[in-house]
């Protein structure tokens, strides 16, 4: 006799049907007493929701994980192409569960407001967010700054085009533009703030379309798909270096004064020590360890430090200016 259920590793249980005979015997030459049959039936009832119940605990006990099991649920916007990212990223796994005794579980979506999202709903512990995700996600959910690397207290915007365009300055933007995510803050929220600064052709900010991400921007500037565009100075430097941008095919005609930029947050409901033990991880990460200057690299830092909610009023003000924070 088969089992009525079986689990194989993490895939969905196979079901084989328990066939449940619920023929009713009605005839008078049996002599069955209404009594009986009432009985009978209720005994074969019995027998299926027992057997229901057999098998929803059995499901339960194939799919779930040990009650006693500490997550750690982490997630990060997706400043380049999420699945790569989350690929990238997966060094850092083994590092975070030994430092705080959580298992962690990294998600990267596909929108910056996917995380913030997930924060106002408490489907995250702690996330990695840009300056203006880190004040929407203040204002809505309540996060707090743990930690940032030194750069992003000195954060750039820059802007490309191709090496051959005439373009050389904010005032010479007349054709099509490109921004990274609308809630971007050296992809849309800082460069769009100092292109009205600096009196750029209102029709070039209208008509600007969203590439999504820092990489996508640059690709699109460098295949022509667009006149000019701004991004993340470092996801540009980075791309220059690993070959994702080839020489001279784009050039940096402006970059904007510093602003505060990336930081990891933690949502207002998880355990203060938890948040504490993930901050101290990241401020622990040393170059002198050649596992951890691994990590630093990946992460495309030298070190990380305390992060600071008022640092951010820049920030909140130039969102609010611009309409993207009431």
């Not at 009985?39 to 009832?45: A, D, E, L, P, V």
């Not at 100092?194 to 600007?208: G, H, W």
């Not at 990891?264 to 622990?284: E, G, I, Q, T, Y």
């Amino acid at each position: 006799m088969k089992p009525a259920l079986a689990c194989t590793g993490n895939t969905a249980p196979v079901h084989q049907e328990l066939d449940f005979n619920f023929g009713r015997r009605t005839t008078l030459r049996k002599k069955t007493s209404r009594f009986r049959y009432l009985i009978s039936g209720w005994s074969w009832h019995r027998l299926a929701l027992s057997a229901a119940l057999l098998t929803l605990a059995f499901v339960g006990g194939c799919n779930s994980k040990p009650a006693n099991e500490a997550r750690l649920r982490i997630s990060m916007i997706p400043t380049t192409d999420p699945s790569k990212a989350l690929r990238d990223n997966q060094p850092l796994l083994a590092y975070w569960q030994k430092q705080t005794g959580e298992t962690p579980e990294l998600t990267i979506p596909t929108s910056y407001a996917a995380v913030v999202e997930a924060l106002v709903n408490n489907k995250v512990d702690i996330a990695y967010l840009g300056g203006f995700t880190y004040v929407q996600a203040s204002a809505r959910a309540g996060v707090k700054p743990l930690v940032q690397r030194t750069i992003d207290q000195q954060f750039h915007s820059v802007f490309i085009t191709q090496t051959d365009s005439k373009v050389h300055s904010l005032a010479d933007l007349h054709g099509h533009f490109v921004f990274g995510d609308v809630n971007s803050t050296s992809g849309h929220l800082m460069p769009l703030y100092y292109m009205e600064q600096e009196k750029v052709d209102p029709e070039v900010i209208k008509n600007a379309s969203f590439s999504g991400a820092h990489d996508a921007t640059a690709l699109a500037v460098a295949n022509g798909k667009a006149e000019a565009g701004a991004m993340d100075e470092q996801v540009y430097n980075k791309m220059i270096a690993n070959g994702q941008l080839k020489p001279g095919a784009v050039r940096v005609f402006y970059t904007t004064p510093p602003f505060f930029d990336y930081v990891w947050v933690a949502n207002k409901n998880l355990d203060p020590k938890v948040a504490s033990a993930f901050a101290d991880s990241m401020k622990a990460l040393s170059a002198d360890n050649p596992e951890q200057k691994a990590l630093l690299d990946l992460l495309n830092v030298k070190g990380y430090v305390v992060a600071n909610d008022a640092d951010y009023e820049k920030l909140r003000e130039a969102a609010k200016s611009a309409g993207l924070l009431h």
